[in-house]
């Protein structure tokens, strides 16, 4: 079936490197809070922008490849997520799993505990943390997982996501229903977020975030393709920085008491349930507050420092340096034997550029694979349109 030459000139108004300068400083946000210098425990709290982020931009995708033939789009959908985000992951737990093998070895000498390499089985289906649907002490769990890889909670939820919102997607035809899908998730989430389980790397737990993106992108799609009044945009686009400047303000005061709560190490389970759902709802409004100002009013002055090649190089490279910075920080930083010999904001700085150095490695494996991946995919789906079918009833 031939593509409408419209859709193509469409999607690449959906092209915005505001959102790459975006998903770059967010990486770079929570790269530092694992780093544990300085404890800033609320850029934490930027894992559920990157949800809101990740939503949105999945589903942009999503209307993409929403075309009459929804059999074909949809596989090849998922053709495509699946050649962006399988090859780095399991280099990563290749990566790990010879890690675990030096540390069965040296587990003596380095002063931790071993592992066995089936504990990777979980994560080889995305499916690690489940076992919290079943319990409320969440510490325990925690403390039952393998240490180099306790921030894959977050691509565990993605992955989850992907496929949950993909489907629905395709089962929900028109914009109605998915904007009901989109709106159910903010409410499942936030009645979550209400439950007695403070922190829970689950995606009951985060659908709120993904609710967000989804709203936005289903809201703004018709803009982004239409001829909307420019004049309007701009005051829409300014309405929206005047949010997300209020929402920032809130969540860095929210997240400050935080901050101050956990180091106080105050004992007052609803006061810390409280300031984590304000911060994390607040940094999920200003996120999507943000991405309504970038797409309205592409190309602002306001929105220059998203467009730096600091921020759209990071972007490009944020999802190999989350999947490698922590096992690197871990092991450099955090083991009970310090291998690097120097004062510890030298020692966070060897580690940081290290974890750069490789994340750029792998971004470039990882962009060698997709495209391998899709041209194979592509290659067969020609073949297969070269042999004789059944004729297609309309």
């Known amino acids: 079936m031939p593509v409408d030459p419209s859709a193509s000139s469409n999607n690449r108004r959906l092209r915005f490197p505001e959102l790459l300068g975006a998903r770059g400083l967010l990486a770079f946000g929570v790269v530092i809070y694992h780093t544990g210098f300085p404890p800033v425990y609320w850029l934490i709290?930027?894992?559920?922008?990157?949800?809101?982020?990740?939503?949105?931009?999945?589903?942009?995708?999503?209307?993409?490849?929403?075309?009459?033939?929804?059999?074909?789009?949809?596989?090849h959908f998922f053709v495509r997520r699946v050649a962006r985000l399988?090859?780095?992951?399991?280099?990563?737990?290749?990566?790990?799993?010879?890690?675990?093998?030096?540390?069965?070895?040296?587990?003596?000498?380095?002063?931790?505990?071993?592992?066995?390499?089936?504990?990777?089985?979980?994560?080889?289906?995305?499916?690690?943390?489940?076992?919290?649907?079943?319990?409320?002490?969440?510490?325990?769990?925690?403390?039952?997982?393998?240490?180099?890889?306790?921030h894959t909670w977050s691509?565990?939820?993605?992955?989850?996501?992907?496929?949950?919102?993909g489907v629905l997607f395709f089962m929900a035809p028109r914009r109605w229903?998915?904007?009901?899908?989109?709106?159910?998730?903010?409410?499942?989430?936030?009645?979550a977020r209400a439950s007695d389980l403070v922190v829970s790397p689950l995606l009951l737990f985060r659908l709120d975030a993904f609710g967000y993106g989804i709203l936005m992108a289903l809201a703004f799609h018709h803009v982004l393709a239409g001829d909307a009044n420019r004049a309007l945009r701009h005051r829409l686009s300014k309405a929206?920085?005047?949010?997300?400047?209020?929402?920032?303000?809130?969540?860095?005061?929210?997240?400050?008491?935080?901050?101050?709560?956990?180091?106080?190490?105050?004992?007052?389970?609803?006061?810390?349930?409280?300031?984590?759902?304000?911060?994390?709802?607040l940094s999920c409004i200003?996120?999507?507050?943000?991405?309504?100002?970038?797409?309205?009013?592409?190309?602002?002055?306001?929105?220059?420092?998203?467009?730096?090649?600091?921020?759209?190089?990071?972007?490009?490279?944020?999802?190999?340096?989350y999947l490698v910075h922590f096992p690197i920080l871990d092991v450099l930083l955090h083991i009970n034997t310090p291998i690097l010999p120097f004062a510890r904001p030298v020692n966070v700085v060897i580690a940081f550029c290290l974890a750069l150095f490789t994340a750029h490695?792998?971004?470039?494996?990882?962009e060698w694979a997709q495209l391998a991946i899709i041209r194979r995919a592509d290659?067969?789906?020609?073949?297969?349109?070269?042999?004789?079918?059944?004729?297609?009833?309309?």
């Open 86 to 150: 399988f090859p780095g992951y399991y280099v990563l737990l290749a990566g790990v799993a010879m890690l675990l093998v030096a540390i069965n070895l040296l587990s003596g000498d380095l002063g931790i505990r071993s592992y066995s390499l089936t504990q990777l089985v979980p994560y080889v289906f995305y499916v690690q943390f489940v076992e919290l649907y079943g319990t409320t002490d969440e510490v325990v769990v925690w403390q039952q997982t393998l240490r180099f890889l306790m």
């Open 361 to 366: 490695l792998l971004t470039l494996f990882m």
């Open 286 to 321: 200003a996120c999507a507050s943000m991405l309504a100002a970038v797409i309205l009013a592409p190309g602002s002055k306001w929105s220059i420092w998203l467009r730096a090649p600091a921020s759209l190089y990071l972007g490009r490279i944020s999802y190999a340096l």
């Open 45 to 75: 709290l930027f894992m559920d922008s990157f949800f809101v982020l990740s939503a949105f931009l999945i589903t942009l995708g999503l209307l993409e490849w929403n075309h009459p033939d929804t059999g074909v789009r949809m596989k």
């Open 240 to 281: 929206s920085m005047l949010l997300f400047a209020v929402c920032m303000a809130a969540f860095l005061h929210f997240g400050g008491i935080w901050d101050n709560y956990r180091l106080w190490l105050l004992e007052d389970q609803p006061l810390e349930q409280f300031l984590w759902n304000a911060s994390s709802i």
């Open 177 to 191: 229903m998915r904007v009901a899908v989109g709106a159910s998730f903010v409410v499942i989430g936030i009645s």
């Open 155 to 165: 691509l565990a939820v993605e992955e989850q996501f992907y496929l949950a919102w």
């Open 379 to 394: 290659s067969s789906k020609r073949s297969e349109a070269g042999s004789p079918t059944p004729a297609r009833t309309e």
